[in-house]
């Protein structure tokens, strides 16, 4: 399930969508049973039919969606009882993608920011042996991510 989960979220990623959601609505499908490839076909069959009906979910006006948006967001904040906030280690990175996201209306931007943090508190700590080889690739990527624009200005490209 992890396998097809990441190659979803790399080619995800390729057509520019978010590699969170698919992770996300694999795993809720999974919690509620769907342990077969079946469960993915019924899914997709759904989505295209949810493209014929986009249009009228467009012209719901975003006032109305506020309110379950933000109920959805105070269910979610239930899982930030589990951050150690007082590890410095643990609760900057998770602080900063936590009110990164919000802000810039991106969940790359704040993966990004914990990401970065993430590594570069436990380099300041002395802890470096902890991070993995994965997460300093990832780190680095993220910081050609953030800096491309800076870059493509800077170069003309």
Known sequence: ??????LAA???????????????????????GGKTGLTAVVVGLLFLLCLLLAPL???????????????VGFYMAAA????????????????????IMPLTYSITNGIGAGVITFVLVKLARGSAAQVRPMMWITALAFVLYFAMPALSKAFGI
């Open 1 to 6: 399930m992890l396998l097809i989960d990441s």
């Open 10 to 32: 790399a080619l995800g990623g390729l057509f520019g969508t978010s590699s969170a959601t698919t992770y996300i609505e694999s795993a809720a499908g999974v919690q509620a």
């Open 57 to 71: 979910a467009g012209m719901i006006p975003p006032e109305a969606t506020a309110p379950a948006l933000i109920l």
């Open 80 to 99: 930030a009882r589990g951050i150690d906030f007082a590890d410095v280690e643990e609760g900057l990175p998770a602080l900063l993608t936590i009110v």
